[in-house]
């Protein structure tokens, strides 16, 4: 009963277009005034020590270092590298925008950024050789969702710290850990490089079928010239995943390393934002990592208000009392999560529903980094889809077409998407393989 009443207050205030925060924080307050005997000081505590973990500090850094590689041409450049290696084929400007965006999803984690970062030039640079703008804000919008599959991620950062220092049993009995921010990285460069690859096929099978142009083969001196240019924002993603799997630095020092990289490549060698300028992204980076750790400390008071009322607990005895086996939890979890993503941001999702879901999940057999991967690739679908799907505003914002025209100019790769999540979900050695080569579970 507890656990319906405080869903039913929860989607009342969403029902009203209230923020997510703050329709999170009001229902904590509205059910511990009226429904519980938890003393309000410590919900006033909880409120304070939800965003004391230092985890949480990569989100910011990576939302400044994505800022500063959006703002400074670096997208530009690794546009025009992609562009030289795999223009010429079907679709080659199209296939293009999907490895931009691979390349770019891999030093912002932000799939918004990458959209904006690369539709803002390729969508219209499509359009000018004669590709239909639905075909380019199809494939923009979709791949875009790389951003949050392909490390570093930030809603990955948001999993592990909705998981962090929960206390679960596997179906053995036997104590399991939750994932850390660095296990989840290097779970998501095979499902990453795998989607991204099903894309492109999408891509060049569409484009093959309606003879769309293919763009003259660039000489290996002009695809040398292309990398040499962007070289320094790929070695960001050197300097992140080494620096984090070689021991030198954690995932969150990580984060403030590739911050600091990028204020020196955007402003001292591409010189593309001046020193007046910084300002203006540190202003925009703050306000954007303010909002989202808003949503963390509301979304933590949630969490706790969860755990007092034992429902997690109650939710894993009542569906393994159901008899649901993996396959038919993990189905479930799937539509609901696609759901939800229709009409939810991501990061709030995953705050709310990672700690109701986590242990269930884990009392199954799941792997906490298999279920990890599972619920981001689901984000990642929800973010192209309607009505609240960001990739979907961003492109419409670009190509100038109605949210109804890009949602229909998506559904060739949506789909491609869908049929990825169910290989995701039901194969677990895509998201593990490289964890377990690497020791790491």
Request: glycine share 10%.
């Amino acid at each position: 009963m507890s656990a319906i009443l405080i869903f039913i207050i929860l989607a009342v205030l969403l029902i009203t277009g209230m923020p997510v925060s703050i329709a999170l924080g009001l229902t904590v307050f509205s059910f511990v005034v009226g429904f519980t005997t938890i003393p309000m000081d410590s919900i006033a505590l909880k409120l304070f020590t939800g965003i004391e973990k230092f985890e949480i500090m990569a989100i910011p850094f990576f939302i400044l270092a994505g800022n500063f590689l959006t703002h400074g041409g670096v997208a530009r450049r690794m546009i025009r590298f992609a562009t030289s290696m795999v223009g010429h084929w079907y679709g080659g400007m199209g296939l293009a925008a999907v490895v931009a965006c691979a390349l770019f999803a891999a030093i912002s984690g932000s799939s918004p950024a990458t959209v904006m970062a690369v539709g803002s030039i390729l969508i219209p640079a499509m359009t000018k050789q004669g590709y239909p703008v639905q075909f380019g804000t199809g494939v923009v919008a979709t791949s875009g969702g790389l951003g949050i599959l392909i490390p570093p991620s930030i809603v990955m950062v948001m999993y592990a710290v909705a998981t962090s220092g929960m206390v679960v049993t596997g179906p053995e009995g036997e104590v399991v850990t939750s994932a850390s921010i660095g296990t989840l990285f290097i779970a998501g460069v095979v499902p990453g490089l795998m989607l991204a690859t099903m894309l492109g096929v999408t891509t060049t099978w569409r484009a093959w079928r309606n003879n769309y142009p293919r763009m003259k083969r660039a000489s290996w001196p002009e695809r040398f010239a292309a990398f040499r240019g962007s070289v320094w924002g790929l070695l960001l993603i050197v300097i992140i995943m080494g620096g984090i799997y070689g021991g030198i630095f954690t995932p969150t020092e990580a984060a403030a390393v590739s911050a600091v990289y990028a204020f020196v490549i955007a402003v001292f060698v591409y010189k593309d934002i001046g020193l007046k300028d910084v300002p203006r992204v540190l202003l925009t980076s703050a306000a954007m990592s303010a909002m989202l750790l808003y949503i963390i400390t509301n979304a933590a008071m949630f969490a706790f208000i969860l755990t007092s009322e034992q429902i997690p607990q109650s939710l894993t005895s009542w569906i393994i009392g159901l008899g649901l086996g993996q396959i038919e939890f993990l189905m479930v979890v799937n539509v609901l999560l696609l759901i939800v993503g229709m009409v939810m941001e991501p990061s709030a999702i995953v705050l709310i529903m990672a700690p109701i879901l986590f242990p269930v999940a884990v009392a199954l057999g799941v792997d906490p980094v298999h279920f990890g991967i599972m619920m981001v690739v689901n984000m990642e679908v929800g973010l192209a889809t309607p009505p609240v799907g960001l990739n979907l505003y961003v492109a419409s914002s670009i190509s100038k077409l109605g949210l109804t025209d890009v949602t229909k100019a998506t559904w060739p790769w949506l789909l491609t998407a869908l049929i990825f999540l169910g290989l995701v979900t039901y194969i677990p050695a895509i998201s593990m393989a490289l964890p377990h080569a690497l020791g790491m579970r």
